[in-house]
């Protein structure tokens, strides 16, 4: 089953707007990771974020965390034609021992020049 | 430099036949995991392996099987049970920290088409 799902499945913006995409899931969660697919290329990690924190930066890139909404935002500003990608989210279980990471649905960027 | 290969990129597979895809990691990690990808969906779990010889089904273990004999490498097989096993597969690893998890390292994927 997929943990959880980006919001909104598809983004259409002009290069040097900031885009905006929305992560939701289900259960607890150790830390929360965004990743990034050009279009049938394996995926780049991007960033991940605790579930101590509630923000976090990288470069161009701002992720948030709220646990109580069980909820992240991925944020890129300015953006160019080269961030048009899949975007997504992908969460892992609170209690430890293994490693089952799980993928949202993505969000489609595309950045237009 | 150090990753993650996968083998072949393309690949068709005929009625009834087995495929195996390769998936080879030069980065030390002790956990490897196997995920499919279907058109315009996100990534679903096949399996994964936190150890060497050790492996566990994901979400859609039906009609697949792995291996893990070492630690570089995890190939999984397409059987014939598997009914529609075109798709894009994503072999991706991690150091394995006990408590939690860290970031995947990702290969380009092996699309899988049935001829």
């Known amino acids: 089953s997929q943990q959880g799902e980006e919001d909104p499945q598809a983004l259409s913006i002009q290069e040097g707007e900031n885009a905006t995409m929305n992560c939701s899931y289900k259960?607890?969660?150790?830390?929360l990771q965004w990743y990034r697919q050009n279009s049938g290329r394996g995926l780049v990690h991007l960033i991940l974020?605790?579930?101590?924190?509630r923000e976090k930066h990288s470069g161009r890139l701002r992720v948030t965390l709220d646990t109580s909404k069980k909820s992240s935002s991925l944020l890129i500003t300015a953006s160019r034609a080269a961030d048009t990608a899949s975007y997504f989210c992908?969460?892992?279980?609170?209690?430890?021992?293994?490693?089952?990471?799980?993928f949202g649905t993505g969000t489609k960027l595309q950045v237009i020049p | 430099d150090g990753g993650i290969t996968q083998s072949p990129k393309y690949l068709f597979r005929k009625e009834g036949q087995n495929v195996t895809l390769s998936c080879e990691q030069n980065?030390?990690?002790?956990?490897m995991y196997w995920y499919r990808q279907d058109p315009g969906q996100g990534l679903r779990l096949i399996y994964y392996?936190?150890?060497?010889?050790?492996?566990q089904k994901g979400d859609i273990a039906e009609g697949y099987s792995v291996s893990r004999e070492k630690k570089e490498s995890f190939p999984l097989t397409v059987t014939s049970a598997q009914k529609n096993p075109t798709a894009f597969y994503l072999c991706?690893?991690?150091?394995?920290?006990?408590?939690?998890?860290?970031?995947?390292?990702f290969g380009s994927g092996t699309q899988l088409s049935v001829l």
């Open positions: 991706a690893s991690s150091i394995d920290k006990t408590g939690g998890y860290g970031k995947l390292f």
């Open positions: 259960t607890s969660i150790n830390n």
């Open positions: 974020i605790r579930s101590n924190e």
């Open positions: 992908a969460t892992g279980p609170r209690s430890g021992g293994y490693q089952k990471v799980t």
């Open positions: 980065l030390n990690h002790d956990a």
């Open positions: 392996s936190q150890i060497v010889n050790d492996f």
